[in-house]
């Protein structure tokens, strides 16, 4: 099983030989990190941790929750996904279990915006930027709202995937995590070869089994054979997605794409 808690990062144990780094620690600049740590008392990751024989050892996230660790002073209380046998978890004096729901309550709208553009230090957002990152906090809104488990965010809104989703009800059809790209617009077939192309390459590196492309205005990528050139990256418009969300559950609705992608027809 696999729940978000809160964990003071310095009982959070790191030994090299367990970890395995995301595309998005591979990318992550410590002293960045740190620094900005230090200033905002937040980290925009959620890393993942394995309870074992009593102990939380540290999966992915190693820069995030090492710049916890290491800023002045350290963070006292950090979000991280523990992954844990349901026998073994109980009651625990390391981690404190958390709703999703209750943490989206604990921050302003405008903050995800504040965290983006302070973490990658970017000049200020475009129009076009910023309306991207509305429709990821829509979805990631959505999805935790419709039988998803964990939904967790990227920490750059130009590095890696956007999302990541677990479910156990997913763990059989798509396994864990599903890779989510969100794309408010695309420009022809070629962009979307493109776009296509690099999801699965994530995909691939982080070691997931399936990704989901979701897109606003553009043409239709489902369609074209483009998709078929990468079998483990299903394709949906964001119309689609949330319309189908009023009477199904997301990993319902992932589960049929899942099934026509790999048998022609959905079971």
């Given amino acids: 099983m696999s729940f978000p808690a809160r964990v003071d990062p310095r009982r959070i144990v790191i030994e090299s030989g367990c970890v395995r ?70 009651e625990s004096s390391l981690f404190v279990p958390v709703n999703p729901a209750d943490l989206m309550k604990e921050h302003s709208e405008q903050d995800p915006y504040e965290a983006f553009e302070m973490l990658t230090f970017v000049l200020p957002v475009t129009a076009e930027v910023k309306a991207e990152i509305e429709q990821e906090i829509v979805v990631a809104d959505a999805l935790r709202s419709s039988g998803t488990d964990v939904v967790v965010t990227s920490p750059s809104h130009d590095v890696g995937v956007d999302l990541a989703v677990w479910s156990d009800v997913l763990e059989p059809f798509v396994g864990n995590p599903l890779l989510i790209e969100v794309k408010g617009r695309i420009r ?15 995909v691939s590196a982080s070691g997931s089994q399936w990704g989901l492309l979701l897109y606003g205005d553009g043409p239709d990528i489902g369609g074209q054979p483009s998709a078929s050139t990468f079998p483990n990256v299903l394709v949906l418009s964001l119309r689609s997605l949330l319309e189908n969300l009023r009477t199904r559950a997301f990993p319902e609705l992932i589960r049929d794409l899942r099934n026509r992608r790999v048998h022609g027809a959905s079971s």
């Fill in 188 to 202: 022809g077939k070629t962009e979307a070869k493109q776009v296509l192309r690099q999801l699965a390459s994530y």
């Fill in 21 to 90: 780094p995301s595309g998005w620690d591979s990318v992550a600049v410590l002293d960045d990190l740190r620094a900005f740590v230090t200033v905002s008392r937040l980290i925009k990751a959620t890393p993942v941790l394995e309870l074992v024989d009593g102990v939380l050892r540290l999966v992915s996230g190693e820069p995030f929750v090492r710049a916890a660790q290491e800023a002045e002073p350290p963070l006292e209380e950090i979000v991280c996904l523990i992954k844990a046998d349901r026998g073994s978890v109980g």
